[in-house]
Each structure stands twice: as structure tokens, then as C-alpha cells.
């Protein structure tokens, strides 16, 4: 029996409003959840009063039955002048693990789902198999504090990054010991780009796995976050695979470069996943989707 999906949406893709004001649009527009990301704007780890304001954020997030997930990926959190460092793969890799600690932390004290992280562009001057240990031993550092506070790690394999690939993912696990805590996070517009396997099928091959959705629509060999049908992707399949694997966390929408216009993109949004699941629902039984990929301008078989 396929499960009913929890859509929510990124606060990355709300970035010129108030958290507090964000997450009121998103629970009046029907979302379920937010995608939360941590940053200065919005629930700053390193600023003062943090349990306070986690605590208010809490009630305020039960308040308005939104669920959350802690993405970390913040452009100029840790360093001003250079974006997204320093990550796992810098000499100075114990800010970033510092701060993921914090994330696991704060997630815990949110009830969060699932903390979300990715690898890194690996440094220049930083040779290939240095940095992959740098990651290992990174990642191995965080399975402790999040198997205490029992919340998964959600892995996200980034295109251009060290890992970019769910085949990446597989071998970082392995060389983790294949802790049952670290999980995948799938953004399926980046299935789209670098995967070699059409998007369902990567949902499908990663169901035992699967901790956290991003959503978001993108073209073959290009990394950037589209709006729903402005990519290449057929997502009523995507959504009725995420279904029928028994999925329960978030697919939450991911673009981080729509803050000019965020309301009116976060309606457009959940229009779509609307439209587009109850057509998966209905391709189910009756073998149709070709209207929905033309309609998505979307991918061919």
C-alpha cells in the first residue's frame, strides 16, 4: 500500500523573511513540514540565547503542525568570504564538524526528523584520497552524537562535490561500517543530472535507506534547482515510487535561489506536487503519465 506523502518546504527558499514569518506561510499554503536551514537569518547556532530560541521555535513549529528537518548547508555561515566553508575536506574541517554537532544537537531539541549534510567540493591542493579520508573520519565523528540523541543523518550526495553520486553514498557507508543511523538524503532534481538511472528507479534502489526528500525540478548535466516544469523531470512516477516504497519523512522543496518571490513560489509548488501525485495515483491503475511529461515539459522513457 502506497504511503500518503508529507510535502514541506526549504526555509533556504525563504531567505528575505522572518523564520517566524516563514514558516507561518508555509503552514497556511498546506505544507506539513519545513526543511530548515540553519543559518544567520534563521536559528543561528552561534548566536546568543539558543535554547531560548530553539524552545520558541519548538512551540511555534507544534503550533502550526509543521514537522522539521535540519539541512546544513549554508553559503557564508561558517566563513564570510568563501562558500560553504570550510567542509569536512578542509585542513580547518573542525568548524564544520563543530557545527554539525550543533545541527544534531539543535535537531534533537526540535524533534527534527533527520539532519541533513553533504560532503564538500574538495579543496584545491587537497589530493583525492586525503580528502576522502577526511570525510570517512569526518562522518565516523558524527554517528556517535547522533546515534545518541537517536536522530538519522540524512547524506546527501551533491553534484560537483567529493560525493555526487548514490554509488558514492554506498561506499562512503561501507567505509563507515554501514552504521543503521546514516542514512540518504535524495534531491531528486539532482537524480535527474547525474544519476544514470531514470528518477524513479534511483527512489526505488534506495528505499531501505531513504531518511530525507528534496524536491525540485533540474536538467541532465545541469545543477540547478528549477522550479516544477522547467526541468526535464516526469514527476508523477517519482512521486507514486516514493509512495509505493513506503516513504514517511519529508519531500520538502529545495530552491535555495527563489527567495525574491517565495510565497508565490511556494503556492506554484504545492499546486504542482498536488496535481502531480494525485496524477501518479492515478497512473497507477490506469498506466497513463504521458500528458503529465509533456504538460512538466518533462523527461522521455
Known amino acids: 500500500m502506497s504511503a500518503a506523502l508529507r510535502f514541506g518546504y526549504g526555509t533556504n527558499g525563504f531567505a528575505n523573511h522572518r523564520l517566524a514569518d516563514a514558516c507561518e506561510v508555509i503552514a497556511d499554503l498546506g505544507y506539513t513540514g519545513v526543511a530548515l536551514t540553519l543559518d544567520h537569518g534563521h536559528l543561528d547556532p552561534y548566536a546568543g540565547g539558543l535554547a531560548r530560541r530553539v524552545a520558541a521555535l519548538a512551540d511555534r513549529l507544534r503550533g502550526l503542525g509543521l514537522a522539521v528537518v535540519i539541512e546544513t548547508g549554508a553559503r557564508y555561515l561558517l566563513d564570510p568570504r568563501r562558500k560553504h566553508a570550510p567542509t569536512l575536506l578542509h585542513d580547518e574541517r573542525r568548524t564544520r564538524l ?13 524533534g527534527a526528523e533527520a539532519v541533513s549534510f553533504w560532503a564538500g567540493v574538495r579543496p584545491a591542493g587537497v589530493a583525492e584520497g586525503v580528502a576522502w579520508e577526511r570525510l570517512v573520519d569526518g562522518c565516523a565523528q558524527l554517528v556517535g552524537p547522533a546515534e545518541a540523541a537517536g536522530l538519522p543523518l540524512g547524506f546527501e550526495p551533491e553534484p560537483g562535490m567529493l560525493v555526487e553520486t548514490v554509488a558514492g553514498w554506498r561506499r562512503l557507508r561501507a567505509a563507515l561500517g554501514a552504521p543503521a543511523v546514516f542514512g540518504l538524503t535524495l534531491d531528486i532534481g539532482h537524480c535527474r543530472c547525474v544519476e544514470p538511472e531514470p528518477v524513479p528507479a534511483c527512489v526505488r534502489a534506495v528505499a531501505d535507506h531513504l531518511v530525507n526528500v528534496q524536491i525540485d525540478d533540474m536538467r541532465r548535466g545541469v545543477h540547478e534547482h528549477l522550479e516544477f516544469g522547467e526541468g526535464e523531470i516526469d514527476f508523477p512516477p517519482v512521486l507514486r515510487a516514493l509512495g509505493e516504497i513506503g516513504y514517511r519523512g519529508l519531500v520538502a522543496v529545495e530552491l535555495p535561489r527563489h527567495s525574491h518571490a517565495a510565497p508565490a513560489v511556494a503556492a506554484r509548488s504545492i499546486d504542482f506536487l498536488r496535481a502531480a501525485g494525485a496524477q501518479g495515483a492515478g497512473d ?8 503529465a511529461r509533456t504538460a512538466a515539459g518533462g523527461e522521455e522513457p
Not at 98 to 110: E, P, S, V, W
Not at 284 to 291: C, F, I, P, S, V
Open 98 to 110: 563543530d557545527f554539525l554537532r550543533r545541527a544534531i544537537a539543535i535537531g534533537a531539541d526540535l
Open 284 to 291: 497507477r491503475t490506469t498506466g497513463g503519465g504521458a500528458a
